[in-house]
């Protein structure tokens, strides 16, 4: 099941944040594998209507200067760690304190779990319109099951879209997260 041109927002820090809830909640909420964003590059001059909304912006394409923008490093998040045949998890789901997570794997014992901790005002798309919700801090415990009670430590990616400054931290690789007893916690902040 695909969600098609569900992302249509600005590429800024919300556009950012509503990405990556879409990318997790479509899966938790609707089991759609795949979410479309309407458009990939933005490559419309500022005084045109959807100037600016793609993942990334290229107002002038033929000159070669593009701006990747949040959602790019967002999208990375999922991306760069699977390949095409990897699938979902089943055990995906909401946070206690707000927020989502999801799990993929290639079925030979590799894993990548995405979690998104984005509060409403900072993931609204244009459209549809997002009923209120509220995210905290918190913590999380996550225990492995299957074939992955096997794994020692998991590597951590982090993105902090910070909406007062614009000074984001974007894709960032924190130190592994070492598991005991297949299991381990982070602290998630929103």
Not at 21 to 48: E, H, P
Not at 166 to 176: G, T
Request: aromatic residues 14%; charged residues 15%; proline residues 5%.
């Amino acid at each position: 099941l695909w969600s098609s041109e569900d992302y249509s927002t600005f590429n800024d820090a919300v556009g950012g944040g509503c990405w990556a809830r879409i990318l997790n909640q479509n899966y938790v909420n609707g089991n759609m594998t795949s979410t479309i964003s309407w458009n990939l590059v933005a490559s419309y001059y500022d005084a045109l209507p959807f100037a600016r909304d793609g993942l990334m912006t290229a107002e002038e394409p033929w000159s070669g200067h593009y701006e990747v923008q949040s959602p790019i490093w967002i999208t990375a998040h999922t991306t760069q760690f699977t390949k095409p045949g990897w699938h979902y998890l089943r055990t995906v789901g909401h946070l206690n304190n707000g927020g989502s997570y999801v799990a993929l794997t290639d079925g030979q014992g590799n894993l990548t779990i995405v979690i998104e901790t984005m509060t409403h005002n900072h993931s609204i798309c244009i459209r549809p319109s997002l009923p209120p919700f509220s995210v905290s801090p918190q913590n999380v415990t996550f225990k492995l099951q299957g074939s992955f009670q096997k794994l020692t430590a998991l590597q951590v990616w982090y993105s902090k879209l910070n909406f007062k400054t614009h000074d984001s931290k974007l894709f960032k690789q924190l130190k592994p997260v070492q598991l005991l007893n297949a299991s381990f916690t982070l602290e998630l902040y929103v």
